[in-house]
């Protein structure tokens, strides 16, 4: 089955790094892309950006353009999503999803929070 | 950016009653393509309806979506215990993709 396993949750201070990895299995890894999307505390949904498996192209948002970079390693089916300058406003719960090239998301992965704290 | 708005923000129903949830584009959404997303408190979203009308794997039939263009609809039939919860549309037919606000359905 299709399964999303993304790393566990992680602690950063403001200005730091954090890169949260999203492992593939269940399905042919070069036939979809991945989304990242995020839900602060309490909040709604927000799309973060994709990546094609397939050739590596990416498309983020403008709001993360700059600090967010999105990486494949089909040797070991893992997608990696990498936001750096960080500040107490990223503090969410970072999904990663299973997209078809219509930009149609499926299959989620459990999220990995991400708290930003001095 | 599209902007989707949801509407209403809380609906209070009873288990078996009929639920209408609606979500309305700033503009045109190519293709028509619509999704509406389940999601429970501590849960990742779940796919229910895509392209505006076509049910995920899995899904029950008591779920539908309707509407095109801007408008757009999500029917639950009869509340089921297990529907109530937060729905969210998304558009996935331009860039960026937006999710509307959500709907959080609760139990009268």
């Known amino acids: 089955q299709v399964q999303l396993v993304q790393s566990g949750a992680e602690v950063k201070k403001p200005g730091a790094s954090v890169k949260v990895s999203c492992k593939a299995s269940?399905?042919?890894?070069?036939?979809?892309?991945i989304s990242w999307v995020r839900q602060a505390p309490g909040q709604g949904l927000e799309w973060m950006g994709w990546?094609?498996?397939?050739?590596?192209?990416?498309n983020y948002a403008q709001k993360v353009q700059g600090r967010v970079t999105m990486t494949t390693d089909t040797s070991t089916s893992t997608v990696y999503m990498e936001l750096r300058s960080l500040r107490s406003d990223d503090t969410a719960v970072y999904y990663c999803?299973?997209?078809?090239?219509?930009?149609?998301?499926?299959?989620w992965g459990q999220g990995t929070l991400v708290t930003v704290s001095s | 950016e599209i902007v989707l708005t949801q509407s209403p923000g809380t609906l209070s129903l009873s288990p078996g009653e009929r639920a209408t949830l609606s979500c309305r584009a700033s503009?045109?959404?190519?293709?028509?393509?619509l999704a509406w997303y389940q999601q429970k408190p501590g849960q990742a979203p779940r796919l229910l309806i895509y392209?505006?009308?076509s049910r995920a794997t899995d899904i029950p039939d008591g779920f539908s979506g309707s509407g095109s263009g801007t408008d757009f609809t999500l029917t639950i039939s009869r509340l089921e215990p297990e529907d109530f919860a937060v729905y969210y549309c998304?558009?996935?037919?331009?860039?960026?993709?937006?999710f509307g606000g959500g709907t959080k359905v609760e139990i009268k």
């Open positions: 392209g505006a009308s």
């Open positions: 990546i094609s498996v397939q050739n590596g192209d990416t």
């Open positions: 269940g399905y042919t890894f070069a036939n979809y892309g």
């Open positions: 999803a299973r997209t078809y090239t219509s930009g149609l998301t499926h299959y």
């Open positions: 998304q558009q996935y037919g331009s860039s960026p993709l937006t």
């Open positions: 503009q045109s959404v190519s293709s028509n393509y």
